[in-house]
């Protein structure tokens, strides 16, 4: 079994978009923070959804890799869900509070390697919709 830091973060970012995460962007913060190596945004439609987001990258996690998050923050009431797995944190957002804290903004400096973890053609940072 390989359980590097990358075959983790692949499977986080897997488990989320089984359950219909949104706007996922990796970013490798390694070079700019001691925090971690990777940040992984997503959005979900509603508390409910970002919480299931949350419970499946943490089964999934523990289930296939024996990895269990060190820190677990926000669930109730799910607007915005922290997992603290040491070299990668996952931040799990309600739309409304993603554009709040913009921490794309924030860590604008970080590579977005995405497309390493999803298998899609290129990364491509993705603009937050504006709502009026």
């Known amino acids: 079994m390989n359980d590097s830091i990358e075959s983790r973060v692949r499977l986080a970012v897997a488990a989320a978009l089984d359950k219909k995460a949104m706007q996922l962007d990796v970013l490798a913060v390694g070079a700019l923070t001691s925090i971690a190596d990777y940040f992984v945004l997503m959005s979900a439609n509603n508390e409910r959804q970002a919480q299931a987001i949350a419970d499946n990258i943490v089964e999934r996690l523990k289930t296939e890799m024996r990895v269990k998050p060190l820190l677990v923050e926000g669930m109730t009431p799910g607007r915005w869900v922290l997992l603290d797995f040491g ?10 509070v993603r554009r709040f804290y913009g921490l794309e903004r924030l860590w604008g400096d970080a590579p977005n390697v995405t497309a390493e973890y999803t298998g899609e053609a290129e990364a491509k940072p993705r603009a937050l919709k504006k709502t009026s």
């Open 87 to 96: 070299d990668f944190i996952i931040h799990i957002f309600t739309e409304d």
